[in-house]
């Protein structure tokens, strides 16, 4: 072993100290997920179940409605409710397209009741049959069918007024002797409530998570308890059903409002022990998670259900304590691989006149990457949506290991621009130093894109903050102690400076948005400052 020149020492005992504090936190923060919450036990008494859930059969793979030529089978459908009729009275749909029409005969069979939807949108020709087939649907299978729900969320997505809402609630009053009634967040049928003369009883939609100012979970049910309170006094003497209330078990944090299966376990829970101790009729979404609802509504749209959609197990139990992660093996396996990986290129690149400190720093990195990278595989399995993000985002994954082992090679030299590195590379000079240069190039670019994204469209993406936190904890030390960063990597530091920063000033005590602060920050700020200094 040797001793390095004291910058170089400064450097490796940098990149130890950061390094052992990043591992640290990581396995701090693993280890805290795994423990078990307690929280309320939910005791239904006398066999008493849920009182209804929202049901969309589109759980296996390649299911969408968006699919026109999509027919779910009987026989799905009834694995499927035979499933739910463990846990609930009734079902919701949303639609009766796509053999959805199907549902009542099979729900008689298990002996759960049926809130048929029916559909309306854009499309004033299609919102006529599908309001032909769904008043057909009901009136043959009015003994199962509690109400028939007209319309779902039209008046906020803006499809329709509410006079030609109005106008397909009385044309379906007249035909049919089931329960009538129209769906939508709470906030317009407030604004709406002259539509309230049209139905049988009012249908609001009441989520916690999605709210303009969105809630934490400790004042979630408090929250849904002051609306009903507030929509029932607003419309006196009509009953009030919560059509749609319920919490993700995954995805982005909208400020308070963090998505976890504690999280959810908890809402759940707590909510149905309230609406049952108050009386009040309540529909949960959802029955069985959705991946297809990913590409509408990002990560956290997947994964309200209460049901896993591959196993159609329950997510959570209704009583016990909850953890949000059942499995340390792996994280911790990760780690020491590439602890291991990284030791052995450390001491291969050294010929046996590696430092101690520099083996240690680099062992350390290698076994902070080897977390990061099981932690972003297992939210890539939870968000990745199709072939393309998977290239692309996972070409990205690629990119930050290869500079952890790039960086076990490295003995400390200078490095390159990433210009100048790709053609030391395309010459066949195949260094270390080159490698790093080309990677942290790749990489800020990367990452400059994917912030303005989250900066410019913030709603339904998620912080990508394990996916350039390993990469940012490498460049941004070896940054202070060997630039080279050249015009471009400068620009795309900046540009991923500021949008870190503007996405973070709107909701500044969100840990995912501090988290991606951070991680920007690191990568981008020793570009640009030793590019200041260099010009000064």
Request: proline residues 5%.
């Amino acid at each position: 072993m040797t001793s390095p020149s004291p910058k170089r020492r400064s450097l490796w005992i940098a990149l130890l100290i950061t390094h052992l504090a990043g591992l640290v936190t990581l396995l701090a923060w693993v280890t805290w997920e795994a423990r078990p919450v307690s929280m309320h036990d939910l005791q239904l008494a006398g066999g008493e179940r849920l009182k209804c859930v929202s049901y969309a059969p589109y759980h296996r793979p390649g299911q969408t409605p968006f699919d026109a030529k999509a027919v779910i089978s009987r026989e799905q459908i009834a694995d499927d409710l035979a499933a739910l009729a463990k846990i609930t009275e009734c079902v919701r749909l949303y639609s009766v397209d796509q053999g959805l029409d199907q549902v009542p005969s099979v729900a008689r069979e298990l002996g759960i009741k049926v809130l048929v939807g029916a559909w309306i949108g854009y499309e004033r020709a299609r919102n006529q049959l599908e309001l032909d087939h769904a008043l057909k649907v009901a009136n043959d299978n009015a003994d199962v069918v509690k109400a028939l729900i007209v319309g779902n969320e039209v008046l906020l997505r803006r499809e329709r007024t509410v006079d030609e809402m109005r106008g397909y609630i009385e044309y379906a009053q007249a035909r049919t002797d089931v329960p009538v009634t129209y769906a939508d967040v709470w906030e317009f049928w407030i604004r709406n409530d002259s539509l309230a003369d049209a139905v049988d009883f009012v249908t609001v939609h009441i989520l916690p998570f999605w709210e303009d100012d969105p809630v934490d979970i400790e004042k979630a049910i408090g929250h849904v308890g002051q609306i009903r309170t507030e929509v029932a006094n607003h419309f006196k003497g009509k009953d009030i059903l919560i059509g749609e209330t319920g919490w993700p078990s995954a995805g982005r944090q909208r400020e308070a409002s963090k998505p976890s299966r504690v999280n959810q376990a908890r809402y759940i829970r707590e909510f149905i022990h309230q609406a049952h101790a108050s009386g009040w009729n309540y529909n949960l979404i959802e029955a069985i998670d959705q991946p297809w609802k990913r590409r509408l509504e990002g990560t956290v749209g997947g994964f309200w259900g209460m049901l896993d959609a591959q196993t159609l197990l329950p997510k959570f139990p209704l009583a016990g304590p909850v953890a949000e992660r059942e499995d340390l093996v792996t994280p911790l396996a990760g780690a020491s691989l590439g602890a291991l990986l990284t030791l052995i290129l450390a001491l291969y690149s050294s010929a046996g006149k590696a430092s101690m400190l520099r083996v240690g720093a680099l062992t350390l990195s290698g076994a902070m990457t080897g977390l990061i990278a099981v932690l972003h595989w297992e939210h890539a399995v939870l968000a990745y949506r199709d072939t393309i993000e998977w290239s692309v985002l996972g070409a990205v994954a690629i990119a930050g290991v290869l500079s952890a082992l790039a960086l076990a090679c490295w003995p400390g030299a200078p490095l390159p621009h990433a210009e100048a590195a790709w053609s030391g590379l395309r010459q066949r000079e195949f260094s270390a130093a080159n490698a790093l240069g080309v990677l942290r190039g790749v990489l800020l670019f990367a990452a400059a894109i994917a912030a303005l994204l989250l900066f410019a469209d913030a709603r339904y993406r998620d912080f990508p903050t394990l996916l350039y936190l390993a990469p940012a904890m490498i460049y941004g030390v070896i940054g202070w102690w060997r630039p080279g960063a050249g015009r471009a990597e400068h620009v795309c530091a900046l540009i991923l400076a500021f949008a870190v920063v503007g996405r973070w000033l709107p909701e500044p005590a969100n840990p995912q948005a501090i988290g991606w602060l951070l991680t920007g920050l690191v990568f981008a700020l020793p570009v640009l400052v030793r590019a200041q200094q260099h010009q000064q």
